[in-house]
């Protein structure tokens, strides 16, 4: 169908706190949506700035949708950031498990600004090597289980292992690679 699942969701264990540990709550009638704008996890928009990507300038975290959209915690696609509008900065997205992805050049956040990740025709950082495509849309890698950024045996040994057939915990269990 060319939609995500939206299992954690439906069967009620989607936390309406961020899992970034931000603290930020969404709209709790974001959860009644179904369809392709229904909610299928939280992501993390990471905003950094151009001449030092290890500089942080903003961390927000954001709803993820089944058709993939991204929208903010009030139920909004468009998403305006007023202490950031006018700058130029590299944008990445993140989630829990799965390897992020990254402009590879600097996006100005103006009110009209759009980076469509699954794109694989746009540049993002390292040529879109974090990401898998399936059909004419670029995903982000799942199995990124402790988060550092590799894909290896520990994640797959030391998490999906270990986890595989057990309940799942919101937050807690890190080897859902699916999304």
């Known amino acids: 169908s060319g939609l995500m699942n939206d299992g954690l969701r439906t069967s009620g264990i989607l936390s309406d706190v961020d899992p970034f540990g931000k603290g930020t709550r969404l709209t709790p009638n974001l959860l009644t949506v179904e369809g392709p704008d229904?909610?299928?996890?939280?992501?993390?928009?990471?905003?950094?700035?151009?001449?030092?990507p290890n500089l942080l300038a903003a961390q927000i975290p954001l709803l993820l949708q089944r058709d993939g959209d991204v929208m903010s915690t009030e139920g909004s696609t468009f998403l305006s950031y007023q202490n950031l509008m006018g700058q130029n900065c590299i944008r990445l997205l993140r989630h829990a498990n799965h390897l992020y992805l990254s402009t590879a050049t600097a996006v100005n956040f103006a009110s009209n600004s759009l980076v469509d990740f699954s794109d694989p025709n746009n540049q993002l950082l390292g040529g879109n090597i974090t990401g898998t495509i399936l059909g004419d849309k670029l995903l982000m890698k799942g199995g990124d289980?402790?988060?550092?950024?590799?894909?290896?045996?520990?994640?797959?040994?030391?998490?999906?292992?270990?986890?595989?057939?057990?309940?799942?915990?919101?937050?807690?269990?890190?080897?859902d690679f699916n999304l």
Not at 40 to 49: F, T
Not at 149 to 172: H, L, P
């Open 145 to 175: 289980a402790n988060g550092d950024g590799v894909i290896n045996a520990i994640d797959k040994n030391q998490y999906w292992r270990t986890e595989n057939g057990d309940t799942y915990k919101y937050g807690v269990t890190r080897a």
């Open 38 to 52: 229904a909610v299928v996890d939280w992501v993390m928009m990471e905003v950094r700035d151009v001449t030092n």
